[in-house]
Nanobody
Framework: QVRLVESGGGLVQAGGSLRLSCAAP????????MGWYRQAPGEQREMVAT???????NYADSVRGRFTISRDNANTTVYLQMNSLKPEDTAVYYC??????WGQGTQVTVSS
């Protein structure tokens, strides 16, 4: 059974940065589309960013220009670099091997 291992969440002040990592052993990583999603309290889960096997990326409008998704195929790891964080970025962030494998989530809290 594939288990995604997320790390890098935490508490940061507005304007700060965090880098999330997600290790995905046991899958054909280089052929997989990977994604980061988030869910704030009382809200539905939403797409933050995705990256295809080709390296093509897609971002939610709310994070474009501030967040960067990248992948390291050799180490089967996907990253989410988050800069200029805002309080509204506060959520549980989930890594996914799209469309069906999800991580356990990591909390990101941005204080004002």
């Amino acid at each position: 059974q594939v288990r995604l291992v997320e790390s890098g969440g935490g508490l940061v002040q507005a304007g700060g940065s965090l880098r999330l990592s997600c290790a995905a052993p046991g899958i054909i990583f280089s052929l997989s589309t990977m994604g980061w999603y988030r869910q704030a309290p009382g809200e539905q889960r939403e797409m933050v960013a995705t990256i295809r096997s080709s390296g093509t990326t897609n971002y939610a409008d709310s994070v474009r220009g501030r967040f960067t998704i990248s992948r390291d195929n050799a180490n089967t790891t996907v990253y989410l670099q988050m800069n200029s964080l805002k309080p509204e970025d506060t959520a549980v962030y989930y890594c996914a091997v799209l469309p069906t494998i999800w991580g356990q989530g990591t909390q990101v809290t941005v204080s004002s």
